[in-house]
């Protein structure tokens, strides 16, 4: 049952949030052993407010449509009172002081926020392991350890292996959309400022972005369209909205003109990724789009390149003194991507924010007449874990959307010949999250893998 379904089943009282935060919690204490999705489940206090919800909603003081609904929070969304580690066995004991305003809205939209999950250590990473605290198991292989994507890890996990509606991400560089990609959700990379993230420990604060993670795109649509919108304590929201990212998701792609990818950016990418990527361009195509080659001004390798700087950069500025102290027990893996901010001077520094604007520009123009760019969101499916080279990243498509303030979703398009998820990204204008919304419910209309779920769960 998606969240949707969920809420729409306690509106119409078939449904009771005691049940449902029971059966989710039976569900944890099952899987949980293995899959290692979450760093503290708030088992007590999820039931005391789900007995409330379900004891308003009967007396006629439902909150709105989300009372009673359950959602995990990535570790980098602070609770107040509770431990918010950041994925650092360091910051153990690092207790909030504060509530992000993220966190404050969906609950008091009503939802009950079920547990905290894993992250990579500080955030730094996409490929979901954390050598200090433990790696998430991805859900769509139980024999083999595989990368659950990241730095999003538990919260992909959590929400694909049913042990949570949805759950909340955060995307520097691809955070949110390559755990999605290799654990078969939807989810959703806000453009910078949509979604406050006030209380919601920074890596580098100039990409920094929150987003749903979800099963599909109404779920997706539903929590942005809850999270979304001005906050006095982060300037960055002030921005108006454009487009209802609910109300447009019934529009159809008849007539959008789409980029997809040309010969240069297809290399490198697993034939299988590349045929799921193919038959999703068919369908988008089938049910009206108009589709033509398009590229970047630079490479999507030359841009993830930029971005991996800049991230170095500002999280060295924050953590640097940490990740330099080898007597701590820090994750060897994370060091050494923070460390590439170490020698990165102000000049240096203030250069690569002057061409971040300039390639902003640079790509606007090149984008113009188009409403989205199609990629696949990652090159191949989730590999194992005893495979990865941890000196390199799996955000080639992800990184440049970060790099250029724009929004992007990734919906799952097809399986391996293994079982394992692949996923189509849509890429939108920043602040035009309405259109690549309404461009992936146009898909998941006309496929059905957004309901595949990991069968031996």
């Known amino acids: 049952m998606s969240a949707t379904g969920a809420a729409k089943a306690i509106q119409a ?6 049940d449902l935060t029971a059966a989710l919690l039976d569900r944890i204490t099952a899987h949980d ?14 039931r005391l407010a789900a007995e409330a919800a379900d004891k308003a909603i009967r007396s006629g003081h439902a909150i709105g449509p989300w009372h009673g609904v ?3 929070l990535k570790d980098l969304v602070e609770l107040e009172g509770r431990a918010t580690m950041a994925g650092s066995l360091y910051w153990k004991d690092r207790v909030s002081t504060i509530t992000a305003t993220l966190a404050r809205r969906a609950i008091a939209a009503g939802m009950i926020v079920i547990g905290k999950t894993h992250t990579v ?6 490929w979901g392991t954390n050598r200090q605290l433990g790696t998430p198991w991805n859900p769509w292989d139980l024999e083999t350890h595989r990368a659950p994507g990241g730095s999003s890890a538990g919260s992909g996990v959590a929400a694909a292996a049913r042990l949570a509606p949805w759950a909340i991400g955060t995307d520097t560089g691809g955070s949110v959309r390559i755990p999605s990609a290799w654990c078969g959700l939807t989810g959703l990379k806000t453009t910078l400022g949509r979604i406050s993230v006030h209380g919601v420990v920074p890596l580098a604060a100039s990409m920094d972005t929150p987003g749903p993670m979800a099963r599909d795109v109404p779920d997706a649509a539903a929590l942005y369209a809850l999270l979304k919108g001005a906050d006095p304590l982060d300037p960055l929201t002030q921005r108006p909205p454009n487009g209802d990212p609910v109300e447009d998701l019934v529009r159809g792609v008849a007539g959008l003109r789409l980029g997809i990818l040309i010969d240069e950016e297809r290399a490198g990418v697993d034939a299988e990724v590349l045929s799921a990527y193919d038959a999703s361009v068919e369908a988008l195509s089938s049910v009206g789009a108009r589709t033509a080659p398009f590229a970047l001004p630079e490479s999507t390798m030359d841009y993830g ?3 991996g700087r800049l991230i ?6 924050l953590v640097g003194e940490l990740v330099d102290d080898e007597t701590l027990p820090l994750d060897d893996d994370v060091r050494p991507r923070i460390q590439l901010g170490k020698c990165v001077t102000a000049a240096d520094y203030l250069k690569l924010l002057r061409d971040r604007e300039a390639d902003k520009r640079a790509a606007l123009a090149a984008f113009d007449g188009l409403d989205a760019w199609l990629t696949p969101t990652t090159e191949t499916a989730a590999p194992a874990i005893t495979s990865i080279d941890q000196s390199a990243t799996p955000a080639r498509f ?12 990734t919906v799952p398009n097809g399986q391996t010949a293994a079982g394992l998820p692949t996923a189509l990204q849509i890429v939108c204008r920043g602040y035009d999250e309405a259109m690549a919304l309404r461009i992936g419910a146009a898909y998941q209309a006309n496929t059905d893998w957004h309901q595949h779920a990991p069968a031996q769960l």
């Not at 009282?13 to 005691?18: N, W």
């Not at 052993?33 to 999820?46: G, N, R, S, Y």
């Not at 992800?398 to 979703?409: E, G, H, V």
Request: net charge negative; aromatic share 12%; charged share 20%.
């Open 13 to 18: 009282g078939a449904l009771s949030p005691v």
């Open 33 to 46: 052993d293995k899959l290692h999705a979450f760093t503290e489940v708030f088992a007590d206090d999820a």
């Open 70 to 72: 359950p959602i995990a």
């Open 121 to 126: 250590e500080f955030a730094m990473g996409g």
């Open 305 to 307: 390149t930029k971005v």
């Open 312 to 317: 170095g950069a500002e999280g060295y500025s």
């Open 398 to 409: 992800t990184r440049p959307i970060n790099w250029l303030d724009w929004c992007a979703l």
